[in-house]
C-alpha cells in the first residue's frame, strides 16, 4: 500500500504541479538514512546467514526492528517541524502507531481474521512464528492497530491503520510539495 501511495503521489505532484522531485529537500535525511540502512542490514543478516551475527541478530530482532522504526519516525517528525508540511505529520502519526504495536508486542502483530485470509505460505510463516517482523497471539495489545485489514490487490497482503495513515501522509506531502513548487 505504501509503494501505491508513493507512486500515486509523485503522478499526481507531477502532472498537477510539475513537480521537479531532484529539489524535493527532506529535513530529516540523516536519521531516515540510518534507519533504512539500519533495516536493509537487518534484513540482509536474517537472509544471509553468517554465524554467530546471524543468530545474535535474529535474538535481538525485535529491539532493532523497533529502533529503526523509532528512527524513522523522529526522522519524519524533524521532516514535519521544517517544512509544516501536514503529509509529514500523518507519517508520523502512522509510524507511531505501528511502533506502539511493536513496542508493547514483540512485532507487528495480524489479527486472526486478516491472518486467515492470507495465502497459505504466508498465513504458515505468521501462524508457525516464522516471521521476525510479524506475529499472531490470542491477546493482541492494541490490536485495532494491528494488521487488521487484507488487500488482495496489487499483491495479498495485510495492513493496519498505520499503513493506511503513513500512505495518505506520502501522498499528502508529495502532492503539497508540488503545490507548493508551483506557488514559488
Do not use: C
Not at 527532506?26 to 546471524?54: K, S
Not at 526522522?75 to 504495536?101: C, D, E, F, H, M
Amino acid at each position: 500500500m505504501i509503494i501505491i501511495a508513493l507512486i500515486t503521489g509523485l503522478i499526481v505532484a507531477k502532472i498537477k504541479y510539475h513537480a521537479d522531485f531532484s529539489r524535493f529537500n527532506y529535513g530529516g535525511m540523516t536519521l531516515l538514512i540510518v534507519g533504512v540502512v539500519l533495516q536493509v542490514v537487518l534484513t540482509v543478516m536474517t537472509q544471509v546467514y553468517i554465524h554467530p551475527l546471524t543468530e545474535w541478530i535474529i535474538r535481538h530482532y525485535t529491539l532493532w526492528h523497533s529502533l529503526t522504526l523509532v528512527l524513522l519516525t523522529v526522522s519524519v517528525i524533524q521532516a514535519w517541524r521544517q517544512s509544516k508540511n501536514v503529509g509529514y505529520g500523518s507519517i508520523a502519526l502512522g509510524l507511531g502507531l505501528n511502533t506502539l504495536v511493536v513496542l508493547t508486542n514483540g512485532k507487528m502483530m495480524v489479527s486472526s481474521e486478516a491472518l486467515s485470509r492470507l495465502e497459505p505460505v504466508k498465513r504458515a510463516i505468521i501462524a508457525e512464528g516464522r516471521s521476525l517482523t510479524h506475529g499472531t497471539a490470542q491477546t493482541i495489545r492494541f490490536e485495532v492497530l494491528a494488521d487488521i485489514f487484507y488487500l488482495p490487490f496489487p499483491f495479498s497482503t495485510i495492513i493496519s491503520i498505520g499503513d493506511v495513515i503513513i500512505s495518505v501522509g506520502i501522498v499528502i506531502t508529495l502532492i503539497l510539495f508540488g503545490k507548493h513548487q508551483e506557488s514559488l
